[in-house]
């Protein structure tokens, strides 16, 4: 299938918009019909186009998601049972989730609820994977990780910076945030600057009000292949927008984050900010929520011209 650049264009918007329909029912029997519908597009159509922008069939795109959040839900939340998972992702029964779970990692839902740290997530899942299973190798974590949210983050807040101190975990009430964005598929990184230049210049002429960049990540880099995972590049907007064409908006919903604020100023200081961050919430008294992180730039200490980036590193929470 052959599309020009506009085309391709109002294409991904669609099945953004698809995709968003698939997260937010994730836990119901989903049919084709109704995510078509959310594209709109009839479902002949919508299952090309989607396989086309997305790299895999609507049903594997479904059933992978299901089971990455599964594999999350053991890894975060031990105590969970099988049937209750099977329950809360749309599985016929705790043996049916269990066989797939099975076929997709090479490894039992024990086998991840055994582990302690992302570390160990990661590598057990980065041997399987190597041992013949059928998930690609992940990238290394870069400029976009996982995140999501919307932050009203204290302006007083001191940042620091990372090293052997060890950050400040604030456990905070976020209110909703209606942000524009373009989504990214692919290793974490990898074009999210032409992107935010992009939409920075559709807003700038449009002279919207808005605020901070906020970038969503939707897929844990330790569970799902660098090229599946998925980044929003969003900018907060200030007033309500219906129509932004070519791009899509959602809304971050509101409550309780976890956060900490640092200077980034080198690549490899993403991912021990998200180490920190996660392995701080696991000694907090609170869980992750099975819900995108995301990260805040600040403009105060921002110089991007030298690669330096003030950010909050945000995950939602719940008491354990």
């Known amino acids: 299938m052959k599309v020009n650049e506009q085309s391709r264009n109002e294409y991904h918007k669609r099945i953004s918009s698809a995709m968003d329909y698939i997260q937010l029912n994730i836990h119901k029997n989903l049919c084709l019909e109704n995510v078509a519908k959310a594209a709109h597009l009839s479902p002949f159509h919508f299952h090309k186009v989607f396989k086309l922008v997305v790299g895999e069939t609507v049903a594997d795109f479904i059933r992978r998601i299901k089971l990455e959040r599964a594999a999350g839900l053991f890894f975060y939340q031990k105590k ?3 049937t209750d998972t099977a329950m809360e992702l749309g599985f016929s029964s705790s043996q049916n989730l269990a066989k797939s779970f099975k076929q997709h990692f090479n490894l039992t839902p024990t086998a991840i609820k055994t582990l302690t740290s992302k570390e160990e997530l990661k590598n057990l899942i980065e041997q399987n994977r190597k041992n013949g299973n059928n998930l690609s190798k992940n990238g290394n974590d870069t400029g976009s990780d996982n995140t999501y949210s919307t932050v009203s983050t ?9 090293g052997a101190e060890t950050l400040k975990l604030i456990i905070s009430e976020f209110e909703a945030r209606q942000v524009i964005y373009k989504r990214l598929i692919g290793e974490y990184g990898v074009g999210v600057q032409e992107a935010f230049a992009e939409l920075h210049k559709f807003v700038t002429a449009r002279q919207m009000l808005i605020s901070e960049p906020i970038y969503i990540i939707w897929d844990n880099p330790e569970i799902t292949p660098a090229e599946k995972c998925r980044t929003d590049i969003c900018i907060t907007l200030r007033e ?5 064409a070519p791009y899509n908006t959602q809304t971050i919903s509101a409550g309780r984050y976890a956060y900490i604020r640092t200077i980034i100023k080198q690549e490899n200081e993403y991912g021990e900010a998200w180490e920190q961050l996660f392995s701080q919430i696991l000694d907090s008294g609170y869980q992750p929520e ?3 992180c995301f990260k805040i730039l600040h403009d105060e200490k921002s110089d991007p011209q030298h690669g330096v980036f003030e950010i909050s590193f945000c995950a939602a929470v719940k008491p354990l």
């Open 80 to 82: 969970i049972s099988i």
């Open 290 to 292: 099975e819900k995108p």
């Open 240 to 244: 309500a927008i219906s129509e932004v």
């Open 154 to 162: 204290p302006s007083t807040l001191e940042t620091k910076t990372l």
